[in-house]
């Protein structure tokens, strides 16, 4: 049989969730499908939400139910054994959700499925994308049903979302270069410290040639990473038992975990590998598929959520006529310096934490003990990791004098700030609207007419908001009448 849709999503992980969602908030005609019976899996991978991702799920309706399962984490505490290296604390973002939250990805998936059911969307499962072929016309995917029988779905744009293995990066025959760097291991486990991690952070123990990464779940069990000072295949790949646990724990100095039972457990290869290219054509790459990396900073399924934000209104626009090729152009221009940065960092830091030399461990302990109570470290690192460094200055259809125009706000490409006046805050007032936002600051001669007709002309794509001193009102782009008069006022703004 031959279907066909508008956007082809493949694969229902966060990512390809993410897009279907953003989609189907547009009104585009979009059809997701994952090879897998069931998912979410009984496991939790990835659990840290980051504020910039909270953002997203704000504006996509997924933040009630997130904070309502998850548990928020107001930073992260570094030890090595006993003796504390400092904090790092989530409270100087620039955000209303300074913190994270800690939820399995299993739980986000599923708050996300029923999601993308309000929107009138099942994900199609079990399908598996064999091959694509694309050529002037659309994307051509060949599907192996679950009950065995071929099939093809024809769109016009497909996003593969499909996973570190991504059959459809394969299928292109996109490089997927980089290197393995660590096994690593992962549990949820009911477990006794030697010393009790706080349970409003993420703790990391320091020990020598490898760390060990705590955080309590929301059911009061706790997530467990742990990485090895040499490549181990000892254990076994997929399921490591307690006792193979254990024996690893306690080959760390001064760690003190003791498991007395654990729900879930896997083995895993720390890599760190991207494509160079996230566009080929009518398909992009997005999330695991384009880019896998070392999980220290929790920002894997963090990041794919952020690229197919990055790419779902541009598709939209794209197929509902009012978007150009330079918009698609835009998605490797503003995400892959950023998967490039990702993955620079992540190698960067995680090396630092397998080394092995008593005298290295002592003097990075030394340097991150005099570092991390310092504001400016503390701001620079968790701004990173949590997306707010982002910055689309350079993006293909930003004009190059726009990126070097002498400014006062914020430049063309990079992120709106979030403020508020008289407990208003900007972010719930764009809320569901998918439509651009146009903040127009007045002054005492109030919108002029030419503004007010441009704006009016757009209000398919366009939202305005005019900013006054006294409030910030929604314009009637629908009638013809003038704007009200309104008198200056300036968000609460840092450059991010
Ligand atoms: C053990 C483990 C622990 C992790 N811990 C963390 C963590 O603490 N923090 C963090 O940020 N990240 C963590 N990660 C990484 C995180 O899980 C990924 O970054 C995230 O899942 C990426 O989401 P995705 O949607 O891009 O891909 P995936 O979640 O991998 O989803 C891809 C989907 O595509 C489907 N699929 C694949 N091929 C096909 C095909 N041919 N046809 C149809 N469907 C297909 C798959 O079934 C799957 O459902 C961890 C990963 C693992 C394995």
Redesign the pocket.
């Known amino acids: 049989m031959v279907f066909t849709t508008d956007v082809l999503v493949?694969?229902?992980?966060?990512?390809?969730l993410t897009t279907a969602i953003e989609l189907a908030r547009r009104g585009v005609r979009v059809a997701i499908?994952?090879?897998?019976p069931e998912?979410p899996y009984a496991e939790s991978?990835?659990?840290?939400v980051h504020a910039k991702t909270l953002e997203i799920f704000e504006r996509q309706g997924l933040l009630a139910p997130v904070l309502a399962h998850g548990r928020v984490l107001a930073g992260f505490a570094f030890r090595t054994g006993r003796r504390r290296l400092g904090e790092l604390s989530a409270a100087g973002l620039d955000t209303p959700h300074a913190y994270s939250v800690l939820l399995p990805?299993s739980e986000i998936e599923r708050i996300q499925i029923d999601r993308l059911r309000s929107l009138g969307i099942d994900v199609q499962r079990p399908?598996?994308?064999?091959d694509v072929r694309q050529d002037d016309e659309g994307v051509r995917a060949h599907l192996r049903m679950g009950d065995g029988t071929a099939s093809t779905i024809i769109s016009q744009y497909l996003v593969a979302?499909?996973?570190?293995?991504?059959?459809?990066r394969k299928a292109l025959g996109a490089d997927f270069a980089g290197e393995k760097l660590q096994g690593a291991y992962?549990m949820d486990a009911d477990a006794e410290f030697a010393v009790e991690p706080a349970a409003d952070r993420g703790t990391f123990i320091l020990s020598r040639g490898g760390f060990v990464v705590i955080g309590r779940r929301p059911d009061g069990t706790h997530r467990i990473?742990l990485s090895l000072p040499a490549r181990d295949r000892r254990i076994s790949r997929d399921r490591p038992t307690r006792e193979e646990l254990q024996r690893l724990l306690d080959g760390f100095p001064k760690v003190g975990i003791t498991l007395r039972a654990i729900s879930w457990s896997?083995a895993?290869f720390i890599s760190s590998r991207a494509v160079d290219r996230l566009r080929h054509g009518r398909v992009f790459l997005?999330?695991?598929?384009a880019h896998?990396h070392s999980?220290v900073g929790?920002?894997?399924?963090?990041t794919?959520i952020q690229d197919a934000v990055n790419l779902a209104w541009k598709l939209a626009l794209v197929v509902q006529g009012s978007g150009t090729e330079a918009l698609l152009e835009s998605y490797d221009s503003e995400r892959l310096p950023v998967i490039q940065r990702l993955i620079a960092s992540t190698s960067a830091s995680t090396k630092p934490l397998l080394w092995q030399h008593p005298v290295a461990t002592a003097v990075r302990n030394a340097v991150l003990q005099v570092l991390l109570p310092l504001p400016a470290v503390q701001a620079r690192l968790f701004d990173s990791f949590t997306g707010f460094t982002v910055r689309y200055r350079r993006g293909a259809f930003i004009p190059a004098a726009r990126r070097t125009a002498r400014r006062h706000g914020p430049a063309p490409g990079e992120i709106a700030p979030e403020a508020s006046r008289g407990g208003r805050r900007w972010y719930p007032l764009w809320g569901s609207d998918t439509r651009h936002q146009l903040l127009i600051f007045c002054d005492q001669d109030g919108v002029p007419e030419s503004v007010s007709t441009w704006v009016n002309r757009r209000a398919d794509l366009i939202r305005p908001l005019v900013v006054s001193a006294r409030q910030t009102q929604e314009t009637r782009t629908q009638s013809a009448t003038p704007l009200s008069r309104c008198a200056a006022a300036t968000p609460r703004h840092r450059a991010r």
């Open positions: 493949v694969g229902a992980g966060p990512t390809g499908l994952d090879k897998v998912r991978r990835a659990e840290g990805q399908v598996e994308v064999l979302a499909d996973g570190g293995h991504s059959s459809v992962v990473a896997s895993f997005a999330g695991d598929a896998i999980p929790g920002q894997g399924m963090n794919g």
